[in-house]
């Protein structure tokens, strides 16, 4: 079974439910090593001091943060957790937001959170009341040195927390340089895409998602291993802009098909 990772409170007004934290997302990605090229030996970095140019042992080693020009303010990890101060472990909440008002772009890391010794009450009437009014509780915590925004809500009949991004942490549409569409689509344009778009329309299935690139890669690795060339494909050449109604039509006959 799962450990928690973060053991708190939330705090609703004068309601607090004791709660724990687990991972509810786990990374498939293939990890790569870095491997000396003329032996195959792994390669290892090691932590040098720019100022007596040697290597310097893990114990020797803290976080600093730079006031200026070769200076730092050296913090241990007690002195970090004193920033949190008493809210260290707080998930204080401020209020209440329609779960479907949140734009996904500002979801960051995903957790369960469980019941807390004698609050399973507590936290099933929390779930409950959220998932009959559709809303989900906002407020601020503590986790690993920084503070969050966090959103929490029923899911999969327990409840779920979401860190959010700030929103000065997320990139707006016009900062970006890019040729916009002088002209609007086409009422015949647009009512073709629609019919593609509902043609294509079914209920979301996360289940049927693999990562076929990540498959992919561990197949290469294993014909690699096996003493078997690797030859990339070639790349195909960039053809012109297709017609985009014949395109339309088209993907529209194939769905029918």
Known sequence: MPRSIWNGTVSVGVVHIPVKLYSATESKTVHFHEVHLEDGAKIEHRRFCA????????EEVVKGYQVAKS????LDKDEIKAAAGATGHLIDVDHFVCAADIDPVFYERAYYVGAGEKAQDAYRL?????????????GRFTFHNREYVAVIRPFDGVLALHTLRF?????????FDYDAPRKGAGEREVKMAG????????KFRPERYKDEYREAV??????????????????????????????LQASLDGGKG
């Open 71 to 74: 200076e730092y303010v050296v």
């Open 195 to 202: 019919q593609l778009v509902e043609s294509l329309h079914e």
């Open 126 to 138: 929390l779930h409950d009341a959220l998932e009959r009014t559709g809303r989900a509780a906002v």
């Open 51 to 58: 100022k007596e140019d040697r290597e310097v042992p893990y």
């Open 218 to 247: 561990l197949e290469v690795v294993k014909r690699k291993a096996a003493g078997k060339e690797i030859e990339a494909p070639a790349e195909e050449d960039d053809d012109d802009a297709p017609d985009l109604m014949a395109a």
């Open 167 to 175: 929103a000065d942490e997320v990139v707006s549409g016009d900062d």
